[in-house]
């Protein structure tokens, strides 16, 4: 399999939830709100035999061409983003959903990849819709619900296709799910937000931003110690240096 990182850039990010641009050359983080943290929005493109895969596709945010970000990433790699075949969604939150869907210049709501199934843990949509801001956004969500480019999933664990793992978690977000891709070569973990960034797999400690600090603390101790068993290769979403690594 080969793996492309999307990276759509640094952000500081605080109690209010919102993401700031971040330049690691010139800005100050000790000048942002108290508690802010340093983080990298980094979707992931993902080739196999039988797909093109997106994991997870950022804010949603346009260049200064006015084409999305991700859009322009994945043409970066020598993929159209009609050539995407499936849309695979750890959480909703704004920072990991935020460009489920997106408006022409008529203002006109498109889905991002228009020839890709979107998996969405359905417990995680009634949960979205249900909680909204700040951490979720309905407006990003709702229109793609609405098409029939969604596949469910349900359950505490299942498999796509034969070779793509989900696997209910609740450890970030009450409905948070993991993946693991294995298409018998290689085996590719996704962790989302319980899987954050490299250091988080190699340190002990309860994040405050997690729902369940306690439960993603273990989860990590115990993705990491699969990981190290298995061979895995983490994608990490939210990692400035260090977006792919085995441990």
Not at 14 to 29: C, S, T, V
Not at 103 to 111: F, I, L, Q, R, S
Not at 162 to 182: A, E, N, R, W
Not at 186 to 213: V, W
Request: proline residues 5%; hydrophobic residues 35%; charged residues 25%.
């Amino acid at each position: 399999m080969q793996v492309f990182p999307l990276s759509e850039g640094e952000f500081t990010v605080g109690r209010d939830k919102q993401f700031i641009p971040f330049n690691l050359a010139a800005d100050e983080l000790n000048d942002r709100s108290t508690g802010s943290l340093l983080v990298e929005v980094q979707p992931f493109l993902i080739i196999t035999d039988k797909d093109v895969i997106v994991l997870d596709t950022g804010l949603g945010f346009k260049n200064k061409e006015g084409i999305l970000q991700i859009h322009d990433n994945i043409r970066r790699q020598g993929y159209e983003p009609a050539a995407v075949t499936k849309v695979l969604l750890s959480h909703l939150h704004k920072d990991h959903a935020g460009c489920l869907v997106f408006k022409d210049d008529g203002g006109m709501v498109h889905t991002t990849f228009p020839n890709a199934d979107y998996y969405i843990y359905r417990p995680e949509a009634d949960f979205a819709l249900t909680t909204g801001y700040p951490s979720y956004h309905p407006e990003d969500i709702e229109p793609l619900l609405t098409t029939a480019q969604v596949k469910w999933l349900d359950g505490p664990k299942g498999t796509i296709d034969g070779y793509i793992h989900f696997t209910h978690s609740g450890g970030h977000c009450p409905q948070h799910i993991v993946y693991l891709i294995d298409d018998g070569k290689d085996k590719i973990f996704y962790g989302g937000d319980e899987a954050p960034q490299l250091k988080q797999m190699k340190m002990k400690y309860i994040a405050k931003y997690d729902y369940d600090g306690k439960k993603a603390m273990h989860l990590r101790e115990q993705y990491a110690a699969s990981g190290k068993a298995d061979g895995w290769k983490f994608l990490f979403y939210h990692d400035v240096k260090t977006p792919v690594s085995s441990l």
